[in-house]
């Protein structure tokens, strides 16, 4: 496991058994801007996609309401919460594009794209990733999602003040 707190240097993180590098300041290619703006940064727990997981962010609410769906429909979706803000769902590499029509989601793949980790300031597991439960493809999680934003949109436009 990464020691935390150096500044510059290559770290390692283990995420569901898979090796994954954190982006290190300076280094030539990598999105620094975005590493110093990120929650924790510096702390060693940015950790970048590559091939090992895609994300999905959504606001805090909208996260909790389709983790409670897909902990109905019994599918492991790892999720990480900062603080009360966002909520970032973990799906099978190469999968999250199925989500870059979803306005209400920012979606995080490839190899420039990175998610804060705990223990970054404020970032906790709300459901850790475990490994007898591969990632699922974001096709098993998109439904819980539109389902979510169906109601949320409802709920809004039914009690609207006028």
């Not at 989601?105 to 970054?120: H, I, M, N, Q, T």
């Not at 404020?122 to 459901?127: E, F, K």
């Amino acid at each position: 496991m990464a020691k935390v707190g150096s500044f510059g240097h290559e770290e390692n993180r283990i995420l569901r058994g898979k090796r994954v590098r954190s982006i290190a300041s300076g280094t030539e290619g990598e999105p620094t801007a975005a590493f110093w703006s990120a929650p924790g940064a510096g702390a060693g727990g940015i950790a970048l996609c590559r091939t090992n997981w895609d994300a999905l962010t959504v606001a805090h609410p909208v996260g909790m309401a389709v983790m409670v769906r897909v902990d109905a429909a019994r599918l492991h979706v790892s999720c990480l919460t900062s603080g009360r803000t966002t909520a970032t769902l973990f799906v099978a590499p190469g999968t999250g594009e199925l989500f870059a029509d979803c306005p209400q989601a920012e979606v995080r793949s490839g190899p420039s794209a990175w998610v804060a980790l705990p223990p970054s300031y404020g970032v906790r597991w709300d459901t850790a990733p475990a490994e007898d439960h591969p990632l699922p493809d974001a096709g098993f999680v998109r439904p819980h999602l539109a389902q979510v934003l169906k109601l949320a949109s409802a709920d809004r436009v039914q009690w609207s003040p006028r």
